[in-house]
């Protein structure tokens, strides 16, 4: 009897889709997961009455509920498997439309399945999808219409289980200078005396309340094409009532939210958990969905700072300090037109926000734009809310830095948060790395992240991880080569995992794993670039005194596989100076090479001169070492190690073990100076009667070859 219970349990679920064809829809539909058909069918009852569905050639598809022919075919938006999770959407899906009698709405295919990564284990009787687990369900489950209002009503119980019990209001309290510097138990005692005394002058940066940056006001710009947008509010589950109100009432307060009547647009509003406090408590964060504001919006570009020309352009620190600012998107204020822009619909009335929303798309960049302003001529990095200040000296020299940074945000009207800052380490992170007086490293907290991650099962698990992957680019050799067979794979339609791709992943993974440091540059002493370029991948290393500096590697594109090997060198070598050019330009460069072919006068073809010009701004030297003294293969295979990692902030006391003493070509070798070659004797005359020189040439289309895929990888 429980053989047979078991025959008849079916891997099923529910799905909820706002628009099929450009049309609304509003119907609960029963889905079936099925690993044996090849496409995704939707029922004709199932589609808005209006849609009109795209015609394509007639096609029989076999399926666990039966064999169906479809001659047509519609788009979806916007589905929900409100089972596995109530916000996670699905895009642009097409299902091909039937009309034969069936149990189920929609019949999600292989097509789909692989797609979404949703795993059917008939053994175990579950469907697994991320992290989440559905256990199959019998044949006829949700012909009740209980059934299905207990599913939808549980999945509603898992949304509130992010926030469960422990959630408070946001929190903002005054704290007081001298409970920052007791808080630092890195210093002495003396020294915490110092920076509480420091601090003290600037009380006012922690008193808790919302800062004001009164310079200027901040305007959005709406395209007049698009037509206003009036959201319907979000519900509120019962259980976050009084936390939702209670911040909303905050917001009011402080000056954020502003009752308002009737406007054009509305968006609608939740709240979200974030990191437990000291004390267990997970505080809220306020979201406002601005998606169909953000579409409307002509976005203000202010450039972001480069993180890795942020961490690669000091030599070293005594002292680091990073200072988080206190709400810094609601110290800027908008002005009229734009507030009622961004109007807020809530079950409890309306809002306008007075100070610069969170999730408006050109909220960096004014926010980047402003704190650039502010802090200009100081010697900090500064990414929207995040300032970090690097001194070399003494402790005292490090307060005044401090002091000139906090007179600034003080004069401006900011707050910061101190309790989030750091004062006066040797040790922590920033930006998503962990620097060290003597170098920089991979963050512990975000390579485990990745180390935890399972094989992907999509591409969008694929690209996820190799997003992760590149963000640390510089930190170890050959990652290019290393991911070929995963990144070949995001340019197919098929997701296919094969032993290929899972070897590279595991030797990914293990190349992450060993803890590497990258030293800081000291642009007063020499930089030596290795390079190597193969049939398939380029790569770099940048080393100094025998210690790396930056790696870099990447793929050669389909047109750039056809160089000559000569060509393919020296493409890596422009491209690492090209990503490189604020870290080397105007600095001593002695780029090693086996190919001495790269230093003759009679390679002039049009690809090479172009590139010739590029190089001749960093004035190179180029040496020649036979292939058994190139090291750029132990450059390559062999990390800089530290002692055993350890947890927390502060406590990394490796020292960085040097690369095997690199062997140096004798002085009999050749070498030779890069503008004494660049150029045969008819350029060279060419070169004097321009109107400027040929190093001045910043334009990438007149320093590249013109062929649009070398453009695309140059950029």
């Not at 938006?77 to 596995?84: A, D």
């Not at 489950?141 to 408070?168: C, M, P, Q, W, Y």
């Not at 899972?502 to 390079?531: G, I, S, W």
């Not at 070492?625 to 927390?648: H, I």
Request: net charge negative; with cysteine; aromatic share 10%.
């Amino acid at each position: 009897m429980e053989g047979k219970k078991n025959e008849d349990l079916v891997p099923q679920s529910l799905m909820t889709i706002k628009t099929i064809q450009g049309q609304e829809s509003r119907k609960i539909l029963r889905v079936v997961f099925d690993s044996g058909g090849s496409h995704t069918m939707i029922h004709r009852s199932a589609l808005p009455s209006n849609v009109m569905p795209t015609k394509r050639e007639m096609a029989r598809c076999l399926t666990i509920a039966g064999t169906f022919s479809s001659s047509e075919e519609v788009r979806l938006e916007n589905c929900t498997l409100p089972e596995f999770s109530p916000t996670k959407k699905l895009h642009g899906n097409v299902a091909q439309v039937f009309d034969s009698p069936c149990n189920y709405d929609v019949i999600i295919g292989r097509d789909w399945l692989h797609k979404m990564g949703i795993a059917i284990d008939f053994d175990k009787k579950e469907c697994r999808w991320m992290e989440n687990v559905l256990a199959m369900k019998p044949r006829h489950h949700f012909r009740s219409k209980l059934n299905v209002l207990e599913t939808l009503d549980d999945a509603d119980d898992d949304e509130e289980d992010l926030f469960d019990g422990h959630i408070a209001e946001a929190k903002y309290e005054k704290v007081s200078p001298q409970e920052v510097a007791d808080k630092q138990v890195h210093l002495t005692e003396f020294q915490r005396a110092q920076l509480a005394e420091t601090l003290s002058k600037f009380d006012v940066l922690f008193d808790g309340d919302l800062g004001h940056y009164t310079d200027k006001l901040i305007h959005l710009e709406v395209d007049p094409n698009f037509t206003p947008v009036h959201s319907k509010p979000y519900a509120v589950p019962r259980v976050h009532e009084d936390i939702f109100l209670k911040e909303l009432k905050h917001l009011v307060d402080i000056g954020v939210l502003k009752p308002i009547g009737t406007t054009e647009w509305a968006s609608p509003t939740f709240i979200v958990p974030k990191k437990p406090d000291a004390d267990g408590n997970r505080r809220v964060r306020w979201i406002s969905d601005m998606r169909e504001l953000n579409k409307a919006l002509k976005r203000k570009v202010y450039p972001l700072p480069n993180i890795q020309e942020i961490l690669t352009k000091r030599s070293g620190y005594t002292y680091f300090t990073k200072l988080d600012l206190t709400m810094m998107y609601y110290a800027m204020e908008l002005d009229d037109e734009s507030k009622e822009l961004c109007t807020i619909v809530t079950p409890y009335g309306k809002f306008a926000y007075q100070r610069l929303a969170m999730g408006l798309k050109c909220s960096p960049d004014e926010a980047q734009a402003v704190i650039t302003e502010v802090l200009a001529g100081l010697d900090i990095d500064v990414y929207i809310d995040d300032i970090g200040l690097w001194t070399n000296g003494s402790f005292e020299d490090h307060l005044k830095a401090i002091s000139a940074v906090l007179q600034r945000l003080q004069d401006k009207g900011f707050r910061i948060n101190p309790l989030k800052c750091e004062w006066a380490v040797k040790e922590t992170d920033f930006l998503g790395h962990w620097l060290t007086p003597q170098g920089i490293r991979p963050w512990k907290r975000k390579i485990d992240a990745i180390l935890k991650m399972q094989e992907p099962q999509n591409l969008s698990q694929l690209r996820s991880f190799l997003g992760a992957v590149t963000y640390y680019r510089s930190l170890w050799p050959r990652r290019s080569h290393i991911l070929a067979p995963l990144t070949a794979l995001t340019g197919k339609s098929m997701f296919e995992w094969t032993d290929q791709c899972r070897q590279a992943f595991a030797e990914m993974k293990a190349v992450l794993a060993a803890d590497t440091m990258n030293a800081f540059p000291n642009h007063q002493l020499p930089f030596h670039l290795y390079t190597d370029a193969s049939d398939y991948q380029m790569g770099a290393a940048l080393l100094q005194n025998g210690k790396p500096i930056a790696y870099w590697s990447r793929k050669l594109t389909d047109a750039q596989k056809n160089y000559t090997t000569m060509e393919k060198e020296m493409l890596s070598i422009v491209m690492f100076l090209k990503e490189n050019r604020s870290l080397l330009l105007g600095t001593d460069l002695t780029v090693h090479t086996d190919h001495k072919n790269l230093t003759f006068r009679t390679l002039n073809t049009q690809r090479v001169l172009r590139w010739r010009m590029f190089l001749e701004e960093f004035h190179p030297k180029f040496l020649y070492c036979p292939g058994k003294q190139n090291v750029l293969a132990d450059c390559f295979s062999r990390l800089p190690r530290m002692g055993k990692p350890t947890e927390g902030k502060n406590e990394h006391k490796g020292q960085l073990i040097a690369f095997d003493k690199l062997k140096v070509p004798e002085l009999d070798d050749e070498i030779f100076s890069f503008t004494d070659t660049i150029l045969p004797p008819n350029e060279r005359d060419l070169r004097k009667s321009m109107p400027c020189k040929f190093s001045c040439c910043r334009d990438v289309e007149e320093l590249l070859p013109m062929d649009e895929e070398t453009v695309e990888c140059f950029l």
